[in-house]
């Protein structure tokens, strides 16, 4: 199974990128400032076993979205040394958690309603590399902070906060995906037909 490093060097090739350093090493001592910040936070808020109230008829990605966003207004308040900070753009990474000037951790935000470690369902991180090469530079850290909830409709209860600290050599599930776009179908390297016949 390849690891987030070699995912990356492949990914970089395909894109016809030069090669550069997308995942550090994280320094145990970062990740000990960070563990305490969040877990101080957690400690010195109600935000665990606190409700979020959720937007009738809601899909479950939906429910997620609102779950985080949530999670993140409540952290935020309690956090004393970093800050979820939005990164702007599509694709991978949604958020920075930043220290002042020091922003280099790509955080992905998850929110999902009860951890099973045997659950083998994908969770997407990241397509493409250009985010990360527009937004970061190295060291480049990755985090994902998972928000695990009860659904208690119509509310949705937190329970449990869970960081995991990405590493260069953490297994990732590598599918190929290709896609078109408007702009790619009208390269006319194939035929196309239109029914009515109208200039589509």
Same mark, same amino acid.
């Given at each position: ?42 400690? !010195?808020? !109600? ?12 899909? !479950? ?14 952290? !935020? ?35 999902t309603s009860g951890w099973n470690p045997n659950d083998s369902n994908r ?78």
């Open positions: 199974m390849p690891n987030f490093e070699e995912y990356y060097r492949e990914l970089l090739k395909r894109e016809g990128s030069e090669q550069r350093q997308l995942i550090s090493v994280w320094d145990k001592k970062l990740i000990n400032e960070i563990s305490r910040d969040f877990e101080q936070a957690v400690a !010195n808020s !109600n935000f665990i076993e606190s409700f979020c109230v959720i937007r009738q008829n809601s899909s !479950n990605q939906s429910i997620g979205n609102q779950v985080e966003v949530y999670a993140i207004e409540q952290l !935020n308040k309690h956090l004393k040394i970093y800050q979820i900070e939005k990164c702007s753009g599509a694709g991978y990474p949604d958020r920075i958690l930043a220290k002042g000037d020091f922003k280099h951790v790509a955080l992905e935000m998850k929110a969770r997407v991180l990241t397509s493409s590399s250009k985010k990360l090469q527009d937004k970061f530079a190295p060291p480049i850290y990755h985090l994902i902070c998972t928000i695990i909830y009860q659904n208690l409709t119509p509310k949705y209860q937190i329970k449990t906060v869970r960081l995991d600290f990405i590493e260069p050599q953490t297994s990732v599930s590598v599918r190929l995906e290709a896609s078109v776009s408007h702009k790619l179908l009208e390269n006319k390297d194939h035929e196309s037909k239109c029914f009515p016949d109208k200039s589509v």
